[in-house]
C-alpha cells in the first residue's frame, strides 16, 4: 500500500505544536495540522508490509492501510468511506487517541511508524469541509426504543449504531452538555468542543434524543426506564474517583482532577471564565498526584490559570527510552515520553514537573484549614515472596513540598453505584458492570453494558469499540438477527 519504497525515501513527519509559552496563553489547540501535500506523502510511507499488525493494535480493527493508499493516491472522499466504516468519530480518536496502530506499524521495527494518527484526522477533517459528512437517518424505522445511559464515547457511538439500525434511540446525560468526558474531562486545549458539538448536531439530524441535565437513577427512575424502553444500554462510564488515604485528605484545596478540569471546561464554555465558577490555579503552589493523561491535564490547565509553581507526583519509575524486552512490537511502546503539559511546565519552569516514585504520606494545613504542603517519600519497587513488585520507602528521602492547591488525578476505582443498585445489576470483582466482552449483555434481560462501565477506565478508542459491539448485541436482541458490525 502506499509507495512501495516511500519509507526508504521519506521521513516521518507530524503535525507541528504550538510554541509552548504562547500556547499557555489561550484555550485553543496546541497543535497545528500539516498541509495536504505533506499528508499525501506520509500516507506514501505506508509500506507493502505483506503482513500487517496496525489494525490489530486498533480495537477497532481499522485499516490504515486502504485509507493511506488511498490518501496518497490523492481519493480523498474513497478514504473518508473507508474510514467511516469502522470508526464512528475519527475527529475524537485522531485527536487524543494515544495511536494503538502506530505502536503495531511495520514501519517501527526498523524506522519511526507511519503518522497514522494525523492522516486519520486530516481525512475526516477534509470530509467535513468538503460537505462528505451528512446526515443519513434511517430509511426504515423498526419501532423498538432504546435508551442509552451516558453519552460519552462509549453512549455516542452505540446510540449512532443503533440509530442506524432504524430503532428510536434516546440518550440521558446528567450533565447540562452531551459528551460525557469528551467535554468534560479532556481540556478543550487537547479536544475543543466544537468538534464534540458538531458531531453530536449530526445524530440529532440523524433522529438521535438527547435528554440533558437528568440523571437516571435519579432524575428519572430506573424502574421507569425498564417499562418505557425495548431495551437499555448502560454507558455511564467510571466516574467514582481512586481515593488517597493518608493523613490531611479533608483539608481545603485538595481536590479530585476530574473535579477541576470540569469545572474549568463549563466556565470557559459559559463565560470564558468571566463567572468564576471554576477551581482556580492562580498564584498557587500547585501539586498533581498522578502521573497518566489526567495529570498532564491539570499541569496544562494550571498553568494556563497562572499557577506559581507545579509539580507532578508519580508513583511508578521513569519508564525507559527505549522498548523494554518485556514490552516487544507490535505491542504498545511503553517508553518515556514528554507530553504537551511536561513540555509547558519545562518552558515556564526550566524543568519537567514529574517526581518518579514519589510516594504522598500525608498533608499538612494552616490555623484555617487550608493546605500549605505535602509531605512524600522516595521508594523502591522490590518483589515480595509472591514474586510482585511492591513499594519500599526510601530511609531518608522524605520531603516537604509546598502546595496550597493538590489535584488528585490516581484514576478511578469503577462506576458510581445509585443507578446499577437501584437495577440490581450484577458487578464483577473490580465493582464494574459484570458483562461479557463481545456479548455485553448483563444479568437483567434486555439490559446491555459498555464502555468503562463494563471494562473500567480506558481509552476513547476501546470507548468507541465497545459501544458498536453492544449496540450490535442490543439489536440482535431486538430483531433476533443483525447487519450492524
Given amino acids: 500500500m502506499g509507495k512501495p519504497s516511500g519509507f526508504m525515501e521519506y521521513n516521518r513527519e507530524v503535525a507541528t505544536e504550538r510554541i509552548p509559552l504562547e500556547r499557555i496563553k489561550d484555550w485553543q489547540a496546541f497543535y497545528d495540522h500539516l498541509p495536504e501535500a505533506k ?58 487517541c494515544p495511536a494503538l496502530c502506530e505502536g503495531a506499524c511495520t514501519t517501527g521495527l526498523i524506522d519511526t511508524a507511519v503518522s497514522i494518527k494525523g492522516i486519520e484526522c486530516a481525512i475526516i477533517e477534509k470530509a467535513f469541509a468538503e460537505g462528505w459528512v451528512m446526515a443519513q437517518p434511517p430509511a426504515k424505522r423498526t419501532g423498538k426504543k432504546v435508551a442509552v445511559v451516558g453519552s ?16 428510536w434511540v434516546t440518550v440521558f446525560e446528567r450533565a447540562d452538555r452531551v459528551g460525557g468526558l469528551l467535554v468534560y474531562g479532556i481540556p478543550n486545549m487537547k479536544l475543543e468542543k466544537q468538534y464534540v458539538q458538531r458531531r453530536v448536531d449530526l445524530l440529532v439530524a440523524e433522529g438521535v434524543q438527547f435528554v440533558t441535565k437528568t440523571e437516571v437513577g435519579k432524575d428519572y427512575p430506573a424502574a421507569q426506564l425498564l ?37 474549568n471546561t463549563k466556565s470557559l464554555l459559559n463565560s470564558n471564565h468571566t463567572d468564576g465558577c471554576f477551581i482556580s490555579a492562580a498564584g498557587k503552589d500547585v501539586l498533581v498526584i498522578g502521573g497518566g493523561d489526567t495529570g498532564t491535564d491539570c499541569v496544562g490547565t494550571a498553568l494556563r490559570h497562572g499557577c506559581r509553581s507545579v509539580v507532578q507526583l508519580e508513583i511508578m519509575p521513569q519508564l525507559p527510552l527505549q522498548r523494554g524486552a518485556n514490552n516487544p512490537w507490535p505491542e504498545y511502546p511503553r517508553i518515556h515520553k514528554v507530553d504537551y503539559g511536561q513540555q509547558e ?141
Avoid at 484514576?411 to 463481545?438: C, H, I, K, T, W
Fill in 39 to 96: 499528508l499525501e506523502t506520509q500516507a506514501a510511507r505506508c509500506m507493502d508490509c505483506g503482513t500487517p499488525f496496525c489494525h490489530n493494535g486498533c480495537p477497532n480493527h481499522n485499516l490504515p492501510l486502504e485509507w493511506n493508499d488511498l490518501v496518497y493516491r490523492g481519493l480523498w472522499r474513497e478514504a473518508y468511506n473507508r474510514l467511516s466504516k469502522t470508526n464512528n468519530f475519527p475527529e475524537f480518536t485522531g485527536r487524543v
Fill in 152 to 167: 460519552g464515547p462509549a453512549g455516542l457511538a452505540c446510540a449512532a449504531q443503533l440509530n442506524k439500525a432504524g430503532h
Fill in 227 to 263: 417499562n418505557e424502553f425495548n431495551a437499555v444500554v448502560l454507558c455511564g462510564g467510571a466516574t467514582k474517583p481512586r481515593q488517597l488515604s493518608v493523613e490531611g485528605n479533608q483539608l481545603q484545596g485538595i481536590h479530585y482532577a476530574v473535579e477541576f478540569l470540569g469545572a
Fill in 345 to 485: 511546565a519545562i518552558a515556564v519552569q526550566g524543568s519537567d514537573p514529574r517526581q518518579y516514585c514519589s510516594m504522598t504520606k500525608r498533608m499538612v494545613g494552616d490555623a484555617q484549614g487550608q493546605v500549605k504542603e505535602v509531605h512524600t517519600v522516595q521508594i523502591e519497587w522490590v518483589k515480595n515472596a509472591q514474586d510482585r513488585l511492591e513499594p519500599k520507602e526510601v530511609i531518608g528521602s522524605e520531603k516537604v513540598w509546598p502546595a496550597n492547591l493538590v489535584l488528585i488525578a490516581m484514576g478511578f476505582s469503577g462506576p458510581e453505584d445509585q443507578l446499577l443498585d437501584q437495577m440490581g445489576v450484577a458487578r464483577d470483582e473490580r465493582s464494574n458492570v459484570q458483562a461479557a466482552y463481545g456479548q455485553f449483555t448483563t444479568n437483567l434481560p434486555g439490559v446491555f453494558a459498555a464502555g468503562d462501565m463494563r471494562r473500567g477506565q480506558s481509552l476513547v478508542i476501546w470507548a468507541i469499540n465497545e459501544g458498536r459491539g453492544a449496540a450490535r448485541e442490543c439489536d440482535r436482541y431486538l430483531m433476533g438477527s443483525t447487519n450492524l458490525s
